[in-house]
């Protein structure tokens, strides 16, 4: 079974920036297609970034994609999200998502396994 921790969120001024970890445990990382998704105080949850299988191919939305960078770190079995020049409406619980395949996916239902999230609220 895949399990999922996301760290790193936090309050932080606009114009900031965070690194968001996701350490994977009970499965093989390099399998997995790694995914991570935000959810706005109030509203639905909305695909941010997401790399493909061994880290051969990445995609981040793109509305922060001149912002936001995702990578991963296969030896130590752990996801990232570079973010920088945060804005408030990048508030929202930020989670990973993972499943096993080789393309990645933007695309929620996709994704078989969730952590519990972590809260990024940026002050403006």
């Given amino acids: 079974q895949v399990q999922l921790v996301?760290?790193?969120g936090g309050l932080v001024q606009a114009g900031g920036s965070l690194r968001l970890s996701c350490e994977v445990s009970g499965g093989t990382f390099s399998s997995l297609v790694m995914?991570?998704?935000r959810q706005p105080p109030g509203k639905e949850r909305e695909f941010v970034a997401a790399i493909g299988w061994s880290g051969r191919s990445t995609?981040?939305?793109e509305s922060v994609k001149d912002r936001f960078a995702i990578s991963a770190d296969y030896a130590k079995d752990t996801l990232y999200l570079?973010?920088?020049r945060l804005e408030s409406e990048d508030t929202a619980l930020y989670y990973c998502a993972a499943r096993y395949?080789?393309?990645y996916s933007i695309v929620e239902s996709d994704y078989e396994y969730w952590g519990q999230g972590t809260?990024?609220?940026v002050s403006s």
């Fill in 6 to 8: 996301e760290s790193g």
């Fill in 82 to 84: 570079e973010m920088t």
């Fill in 101 to 103: 395949g080789r393309i």
């Fill in 35 to 37: 995914g991570w998704f």
């Fill in 59 to 61: 995609y981040v939305v």
């Fill in 119 to 121: 809260q990024v609220t």
